[in-house]
């Protein structure tokens, strides 16, 4: 192998790893922003769906409920005394219509049969924009709001 053979292939390698690390280092970055961001559902008794001061909550008209983003949960686990919520698991993710690639995300929310939080044997699923009060889900807490927080933000501010 003559020496400008080898200095070149040494530099496409290098080229290659800082490639591969930029790469993971993107990966890593955003693995560790979806960790912290969290879906908070606001669900309410009532077709309002606002709470900003958190008197909703304090009265009974609503309650709020942070969940993870890409990590597959079971609500009943989470929230094992609350009847808003099945028992199936659900996996929450964040939806970019190709065509608004700028525009901000919706909420994707599937729901599996699979009650252990392993997210097998998907039931369905739905896509919901954020900020929108929808409804009617279903008793005791027919109407609802998800928006996207950033977790630790959210449970510094709402700490009682």
Known sequence: MTPL?????????????AAENGGRKKDD????????????????STQDCNDQNGEAEQLGVCKIYL?????????????PSDESWGDVDILDELHYRPEMKKAPPNLKRTFYTSKDGSCLG?????????????????????WGKF??????DFAANNMM
Do not use: H, M
């Open 67 to 79: 969940t993870p983003i890409s990590y597959c949960y079971n609500a009943k686990s989470l929230f």
């Open 122 to 142: 998907v039931d369905y699923s739905w896509i919901q924009p954020f900020e929108v009060c929808e409804g009617p889900f279903g008793p005791p807490r027919p």
């Open 147 to 152: 928006s996207l927080v950033d977790g630790d």
């Open 29 to 44: 970055d955003t693995k560790q922003l979806l960790e912290r961001r969290k879906v908070k559902t606001t669900l309410c």
């Open 5 to 17: 053979f080898s200095a070149l292939l040494l530099g496409i390698i290098a080229i290659a790893a």
